[in-house]
C-alpha cells in the first residue's frame, strides 16, 4: 500500500518544522472577543437558531460559569483569557456551495496544501468531506448520493434548521451540559460542527469525513459533532485536524456525542495533527476535547485516534455500554516530542450484560513532552459477564521526556473478567543496530519500529488514513534520536 | 466539637505536662500541619475510594485513664503458635514490661521508647531518626498527628554486622475498657550496615469496643540489608487501623520487604511509602486481602525510585466477599537519575459475591527512559474447569474452591521465611474461607 519512499520522507523531513503552518487570507466574520449572554445570544442569532437552543445555550452559560477548569490532569499551562477569545469567526463568503466552483479559490488552495483538494478527494475513494474551518462547514460533497439512503449529513448548524427534532432530541444526551467545565463552555458557543444521522438497517457506502482546521488568530474552535447511527446501521467515521502556525495558543473545546441504538455500529476514527508549537514550546493548540458514545442493545462503538500534534491534549473518548451485549473499542497512539503534553485515554462504563471493552493505547514521548494515559474501566452492578482487557504501552525517547499510566478498574459484578497490563520501555540499541547492520540508518530504523509498536492501533484506521497516519508518526519523531 | 477539633485542643491542653526535649519542634509542627490540613476526604485523589467518616464520627478517647492489665492467658491467643520470638506487648498504649522480653545486647536492642529514651546512647539514636523520613510528597496527616500525639511505641536498632536471631514480635493491644479509644503508637527500626532482623507486627482489640489506631512505623535501612517485615492485620470487626510505613534505604544493597495480611479489622487503610536512595536495592511490598461483610481495605502504596539500578516489586492479591471493599492504589515513581529501574506492580482480585466492590489503580509516572516499568492488574473469578476438576476428584466444593483461593495467593505466601507465621497464617485463610484444611500438607499429599 504504501508507495512512500525514502525521498519522500528526506523531502518530508526536511519541511518537517510544520508544513501545515500557513495561514489563509480570507476576510472573516469575527464577533469581537468576549463571553457573556449577548454573545451567547448573538452566535444564535447569526445561526438563525430556535428559541430552545438559545435557552439552552444561556443555560449552558450559566452552568458554565460556577465551574472552574479541573487541575487533575498530568499537563501544565496557562488557562485562556476565555473574556480574550472571539467566540465566533466564519468565512463571509461561505455561504452556500452546490458545486465545488463556487467555492473560494484561496480556500480551494489551501485544501490543496493540505493534500486533500475537494477535486482529489472527489476523484479519490469515495470520501465525502465536509469541511469545517473555523466553525462554519464550508462545502459538503457526496450529500446527494448520501441522501438517496436517507443518510444525513451535514453541518450541524444546517441540521438544527432542517431536522430539529433529531438535533433536539439527541443533542446533550450523550455529553450533557453539566458534564464537564470544557463541554458547558461548548454547549454555550458552538458555531457548527457536523451533524449525522444513519437511517435504520443502512450501511453507510463510503467513509464520511470532516477535515477541521482552525484559522483565524485569536478565535476558539468549539465545534460540537453529533453522529446518530439508528437500529442496524453502520458508518465510519474520520476526522482530521490541521491548524496553521500561530504564536498564541489557540483553544479548542470540541465535544463530540456518538448515539448507536439497537444493533448499530459505529467506528470513529481522528488523526489530530494541531499545531503543536515550536521546539521551545511556544504555541500550539489547547485541545481539549470531550468525546463519549452509547450504545444500546447489541450495540459497538470503535475508537481510534492518532494523536500527533497540539502543545497540550487532553481528550479521553469514552463509551458507555448500555444495552446488553454492546462492545466498546479504543485504539490509540499519542505522539509526543518537544514540549508538548499529552494526557488521554478511555473510559468504558459497562452497564449491560454481555458487554466487552477492549482498550489498546501507545504512547510515545520523546524530547521534553510528557505523555500520560489515564484511563477508567468500570464494571457496574448488573454488568454480568462483562469483559474487558486493557493494554497500555509506552515508549520513551531520550532522558528528559515522561511516560506515564494512571489506570482506574472498578469493578462491581463478580462475574466479571478483566485485565490491565501495562509496559514502559525504550528502543533497545540491539533492535536499531539489527536495522542499521541490515542498511536501515538510525532515523529510519526508529520510524520502522515505532511504526511496528503501533501497528496494532494503526492496521485499525481505514487505509488513506493509516498512510498519513503513518508519515505524522515519522515527521512528529524527526530530530528525537540523540 | 469534631475529632479534629478535640485532637487540637487536647493537644495544646496535654503540652504543657510534656516536657520540652528534641521532639517538642517536631509535636509542634507536625500539629500546626494537622491543624491546616485536617483528615483527607473522598474528593482526594489519594482517598477517592476509601471514606473515613464512619470511623471519625466516634468520640475516642485520646488517653486511655487507668493502666489495664492482661495475663499471658489473655494474649496467649494472638501470638504466632510455636514462634520462637523477643515479644514487645503493649496494653492501650503503654508497654507492658512483665509480659516482655525487651532486650538490649551488645548487637542490637528492642525495647520500648521509654525504656530507651533513658539510655543515653539510644536517645541519641531515636532523636537523630524519628520523624526524619521525608517522602516526596508534603507530609502525611496521619504520620503528623502519630507525631504530635504518639508517647510509646518499640524502638529496634540492629549494630553492625548483626543478624538478630530471633524475630521480634510487636503486640498492641487494646482492652476496650473505654466506649472508643484511639491509640497512636509508634515504631522505629534501624538498621546498620551489613545487619539484618525479621519482625512482626499486629493490633488487636480485645472487645467489641470501637477502636482505631494510628500507626506510624519508619524503617531505616543502611547498606548491605534485610529487613523483613510482617503486619497481621485480623483484629475484630470494630476496630480501624490506619498504618503507615515508612521506608529509607540509604545504603547501597539493601532489601525491605513488607508483607501486609488483611483479613479482619472495619476499616483498614495501609498507607506503604518507600523512598529509595542508594543503588542497587530492592523493596517488596506484598500483600494478602481476604474481606468479608461490611469490611474495608485499601492499600495505598509509593515507591520513589531516586536513583538509578533499583527494583521494586509489588503483589498484592485480593478476595472480597458479601459487601467487603477493596482498594489497590499503587504508585511508583521513576525520577529522571533513576536509570536501569526494575518496577512491578501487580494487583489480582476476586470478588465471591454481587455486592463486593474492588477498586485498582495501579500507577506509574516514569521520567527515565532506559528502564524496565510494568504493571498488571486482573479481576476475575475462579476457573470453573479447575473447580470442576478438583471436585470430580472428590474435593469438596467449599474445600475446592479454599484450596484453589489458597493457590492464588501462593505467590505471596510464599516469600513468607518465618515457616510459624506462615502456618499461622495459613490458618486464618483457612477459618476466613470457612474450612478447617492445613493447606501445606493437603498440597503435599
Redo the contacts between chains.
Keep these: 500500500m504504501a508507495k512512500y519512499t525514502e525521498e519522500d520522507l528526506k523531502k518530508e523531513l526536511e519541511t518537517q518544522e510544520y508544513e501545515y503552518g500557513f495561514y489563509t487570507d480570507i476576510e472573516s466574520d469575527t464577533i469581537a472577543p468576549g463571553l457573556n449572554e449577548d454573545t451567547v445570544r448573538l452566535i444564535s442569532k447569526k445561526k438563525n437558531e430556535p428559541a430552545w437552543l438559545t435557552e439552552w445555550r444561556l443555560d449552558a452559560l450559566e452552568i458554565w460559569k460556577k465551574m472552574k477548569l479541573p487541575t487533575?490532569a498530568?499537563v501544565n499551562f496557562k488557562e485562556p483569557d476565555y473574556q480574550a477569545i472571539s467566540y465566533y469567526s466564519s468565512p463571509t463568503k461561505g455561504a452556500k456551495y452546490n458545486s465545488i466552483d463556487e467555492v473560494d479559490p484561496e480556500l480551494l488552495d489551501t485544501f490543496k496544501k493540505l493534500g486533500i483538494s475537494l477535486e482529489e478527494q472527489k476523484r479519490l475513494a469515495g470520501v465525502a468531506v465536509d469541511i469545517v474551518m473555523d466553525s462554519t462547514s464550508v462545502a459538503t460533497t457526496f450529500r446527494k448520493t448520501l441522501a438517496e439512503k436517507g443518510i444525513i449529513f451535514c453541518p450541524i448548524s444546517e441540521a438544527i434548521q432542517e431536522h430539529p427534532d433529531l438535533v433536539r432530541k439527541y443533542l446533550g444526551t450523550v455529553v450533557p451540559k453539566t458534564d464537564n467545565f470544557e463541554a458547558a463552555l461548548n454547549s454555550a458557543v458552538f458555531s457548527d460542527g457536523s451533524f449525522c444521522y444513519i437511517p435504520k438497517g443502512v450501511r453507510c457506502p463510503m467513509e464520511l469525513s470532516t477535515y477541521f482546521r482552525i484559522n483565524q488568530g485569536g478565535t476558539g474552535q468549539f465545534e460540537r459533532t453529533l453522529l446518530i447511527a439508528d437500529q442496524d446501521s453502520y458508518v465510519s467515521y474520520l476526522e482530521g485536524c490541521t491548524a496553521p502556525s500561530r504564536n498564541e495558543n489557540q483553544f479548542h473545546a470540541a465535544v463530540v456525542e456518538l448515539i448507536a441504538l439497537e444493533g448499530a455500529e459505529i467506528k470513529y476514527s481522528t488523526v489530530q495533527n494541531w499545531y503543536p508549537g515550536d521546539k521551545e514550546g511556544n504555541g500550539g493548540v489547547l485541545n481539549l476535547v470531550t468525546k463519549r458514545g452509547i450504545c444500546e442493545k447489541n450495540a459497538k462503538i470503535s475508537w481510534t485516534q492518532v494523536e500527533t500534534g497540539s502543545a497540550v491534549t487532553w481528550k479521553y473518548p469514552s463509551c458507555i455500554l448500555k444495552g446488553d451485549n454492546s462492545v466498546g473499542e479504543f485504539y490509540s497512539i499519542a505522539v509526543t516530542n518537544n514540549h508538548q503534553q499529552a494526557d488521554t485515554g478511555t473510559k468504558m462504563t459497562h452497564l449491560g450484560k454481555n458487554t466487552r471493552s477492549t482498550i489498546i493505547s501507545k504512547g510515545i514521548s520523546a524530547g521534553y513532552s510528557q505523555n500520560s494515559y489515564r484511563g477508567e474501566v468500570s464494571?457496574g452492578?448488573n454488568a454480568d459477564n462483562a469483559r474487558n482487557f486493557t493494554q497500555c504501552d509506552?515508549l520513551?525517547?531520550?532522558?528528559?521526556?515522561?511516560?506515564?499510566?494512571?489506570?482506574?478498574?472498578?469493578?462491581?459484578?463478580?462475574?466479571?473478567?478483566?485485565?490491565?497490563?501495562?509496559?514502559?520501555?525504550?528502543i533497545g540499541e540491539d533492535q536499531i543496530f539489527y536495522c542499521n547492520q541490515r542498511g536501515i540508518d538510525e532515523e529510519k530504523a526508529i520510524a520502522l519500529i515505532v511504526n511496528g509498536f503501533g501497528k496494532e492501533v494503526l492496521k485499525k484506521l481505514p487505509m488513506e488514513f493509516a498512510i498519513e497516519a503513518q508519515k505524522l508518526l515519522e515527521i512528529s519523531l524527526e530530530g528525537s534520536v540523540g | 466539637m469534631d475529632l479534629k477539633e478535640k485532637l487540637i485542643s487536647s493537644y495544646h491542653q496535654t503540652q504543657k505536662d510534656r516536657p520540652k526535649d528534641a521532639f517538642h519542634a517536631l509535636r509542634e509542627k507536625a500539629i500546626s500541619y494537622f491543624e491546616e490540613k485536617g483528615f483527607p476526604n473522598k474528593k482526594e485523589?489519594t482517598w477517592r475510594y476509601t471514606s473515613l467518616r464512619p470511623i471519625l464520627k466516634e468520640d475516642y478517647q485520646l488517653f486511655p485513664k487507668n493502666e489495664n492489665t492482661l495475663t499471658q492467658q489473655d494474649i496467649a491467643p494472638y501470638l504466632t503458635k510455636g514462634l520462637d520470638s523477643y515479644l514487645l506487648v503493649y496494653v492501650d498504649g503503654h508497654f507492658v514490661e512483665n509480659l516482655s522480653q525487651p532486650i538490649k545486647t551488645k548487637t542490637f536492642t528492642a525495647t520500648s521508647f521509654s525504656k530507651a529514651l533513658q539510655e543515653k546512647e539510644d536517645k541519641a539514636r531515636i532523636e537523630k531518626y524519628f520523624d526524619q523520613i521525608a517522602p516526596k510528597e508534603d507530609r502525611d496527616r496521619f504520620r503528623s498527628l502519630n507525631t504530635a500525639f504518639t508517647q510509646e511505641g518499640t524502638f529496634i536498632h540492629v549494630e553492625r554486622n548483626a543478624v538478630v536471631d530471633k524475630p521480634i514480635q510487636l503486640l498492641y493491644f487494646s482492652t476496650g475498657k473505654e466506649d472508643a479509644l484511639l491509640l497512636q503508637p509508634r515504631n522505629l527500626v534501624v538498621v546498620e550496615n551489613n545487619a539484618q532482623v525479621k519482625i512482626i507486627e499486629r493490633h488487636q482489640s480485645l472487645n467489641e469496643n470501637a477502636t482505631l489506631t494510628n500507626a506510624v512505623t519508619e524503617i531505616i535501612a543502611a547498606e548491605h540489608t534485610l529487613v523483613d517485615y510482617y503486619k497481621i492485620q485480623n483484629d475484630k470487626y470494630t476496630s480501624s487501623l490506619i498504618d503507615n510505613t515508612f521506608v529509607d534505604q540509604h545504603g547501597n544493597d539493601s532489601a525491605v520487604f513488607v508483607h501486609t495480611f488483611s483479613f479482619g479489622g472495619k476499616l483498614t487503610r495501609n498507607n506503604l511509602r518507600a523512598s529509595q536512595n542508594a543503588e542497587h536495592l530492592n523493596t517488596t511490598f506484598k500483600g494478602v486481602t481476604i474481606l468479608e461483610g461490611n469490611q474495608h481495605v485499601d492499600h495505598n502504596t509509593f515507591v520513589h525510585h531516586l536513583q538509578p539500578n533499583n527494583e521494586s516489586h509489588q503483589d498484592y492479591k485480593g478476595m472480597f466477599d458479601d459487601r467487603s471493599h477493596g482498594v489497590f492504589d499503587g504508585y511508583i515513581l521513576v525520577d529522571?537519575i533513576a536509570?536501569k529501574t526494575d518496577g512491578y506492580q501487580k494487583s489480582d482480585?476476586?470478588?465471591?459475591?454481587?455486592r463486593?466492590?474492588?477498586?485498582?489503580?495501579?500507577?506509574?509516572?516514569?521520567?527515565?527512559?532506559?528502564?524496565?516499568?510494568?504493571?498488571?492488574?486482573?479481576?476475575?473469578?475462579m476457573d470453573k474447569e479447575a473447580l470442576f476438576y478438583l471436585q470430580s476428584r472428590g474435593v469438596p466444593k467449599k474445600e475446592a474452591k479454599a484450596l484453589m483461593m489458597y493457590a492464588f495467593c501462593t505467590s505471596v505466601l510464599s516469600s513468607v521465611t518465618i515457616p510459624e507465621l506462615k502456618a499461622q497464617i495459613d490458618g486464618y485463610i483457612s477459618s476466613k474461607l470457612g474450612v478447617k484444611m492445613d493447606f501445606d500438607s493437603e498440597l503435599i499429599d
Design positions: 487533575w498530568h464494571i452492578r509506552s520513551l525517547m531520550g532522558n528528559n521526556c515522561g511516560a506515564h499510566t494512571f489506570p482506574y478498574v472498578e469493578l462491581k459484578n463478580p462475574t466479571a473478567q478483566l485485565e490491565h497490563e501495562a509496559t514502559t520501555s525504550k | 485523589e529522571r536509570q482480585n476476586i470478588l465471591m459475591s454481587d463486593a466492590i474492588a477498586h485498582a489503580k495501579p500507577q506509574l509516572e516514569i521520567y527515565a527512559d532506559d528502564v524496565l516499568c510494568s504493571h498488571g492488574c486482573t479481576i476475575g473469578q
